[in-house]
């Protein structure tokens, strides 16, 4: 009898693999701006993919773009929808109706535009078993319509460390679950380059590039969200983190993702230029490694 492939195996988008000019704009650097700004503003910077949430779909639509228009404004500016955020009340049972609703917008979003992650986290304080059982869940939907999930540990998130997003991740026992990389959420959880080293390259489905302060904020949370710097003006070990990544084997495009207060009050071209020419050097570097 033939074996009848998973529909992960089936449906899955391929991979992106980078290119030295294949940069990519969460969407969290210009969490402000329009929909319609976003595209602008990344095409003008040269980023070849961009992030969006279920905000920025919403606010598409009130803007009279229809669903057909939306995957062609970005493709006529030369971009992809590469990843959606942020998804965190994944571990809760669905509603009376069997309704989630900013999970059931992401996926219908990943499937209207054909993007092939979705960005998740834990805030709330769940027990193990449920985080398990749910995020299996989660992963077995997203493999329906060919997605893959990347979990995000957070110093100041029910998952501090690498180490707890790497367990269950393995928990989730699918090849659709996989670890996003932030590097101030790195730093301020205490990682190390030897850490990253332990890792496998196929544990890793996102790295996201920022900075940070030499003197951290009392308030985790509130720096995370108001006060990082764009890579190259802090004191995060960027050349480190992306170093031991190179080394075992991590061959994927970069992002730029910094929530910072002052650069969501300047013009949107201006931070997406930034974004790009921050995280110039280590493209260079990195080029030159390979």
């Known amino acids: 009898m033939t074996e ?11 991979p992106v693999r980078s290119t030295p000019q294949d940069l990519h704009l969460s969407a969290m650097t210009l969490r402000y701006c329009s929909f319609s700004d976003r595209v602008l503003a990344a095409a003008a910077a040269g980023f070849s993919g961009i992030g969006l949430g279920a905000v920025d779909y919403l606010d598409a639509r009130r803007s009279e773009f229809s669903e057909e228009q939306l995957a062609d ?3 006529r500016h030369g971009l992809r929808v590469v990843e959606l955020e942020f998804l965190a009340d994944w571990w809760r049972e669905a509603d009376v109706r069997g309704v989630r609703l900013e999970e059931d917008l992401l996926f219908y979003l990943a499937d209207l535009l054909e993007v092939p992650q979705i960005n998740v986290g834990l805030f709330a304080e769940v027990p193990f078993d449920v985080q398990k059982m749910q995020f299996r869940r989660l992963c077995t939907r997203a493999a329906d319509h060919g997605v893959r999930i990347a979990l995000e540990f957070m110093p100041y998130s029910s998952l501090r460390t690498l180490d707890a997003a790497r367990e269950l991740v393995s928990c989730a026992d699918t090849d659709n679950a996989g670890l996003m990389l932030d590097a101030w959420h790195w730093h301020r959880s205490g990682g190390t380059p030897d850490e990253l080293r332990t890792l496998s390259a196929s544990e890793v489905f996102a790295v996201q590039l920022c900075d940070a302060s030499a003197v951290p904020n009392p308030d985790l949370r509130h720096e995370g969200r108001h006060e990082r710097l764009l890579p190259g003006e802090g004191v995060v070990d960027l050349t480190g983190f992306l170093g031991a990544l190179t080394e075992i084997g991590v061959d994927l495009p970069l992002a730029v993702e910094v929530l910072s207060d002052q650069l969501d009050a300047r013009h949107p071209v201006e931070v997406a230029r930034l974004a790009a020419q921050s995280v110039a050097p280590l493209l260079s570097e990195r080029a030159a490694v390979a």
């Open 4 to 14: 009848t492939p998973s529909p992960w195996a089936t449906r899955r988008r391929a």
């Open 73 to 75: 404004y970005v493709s």
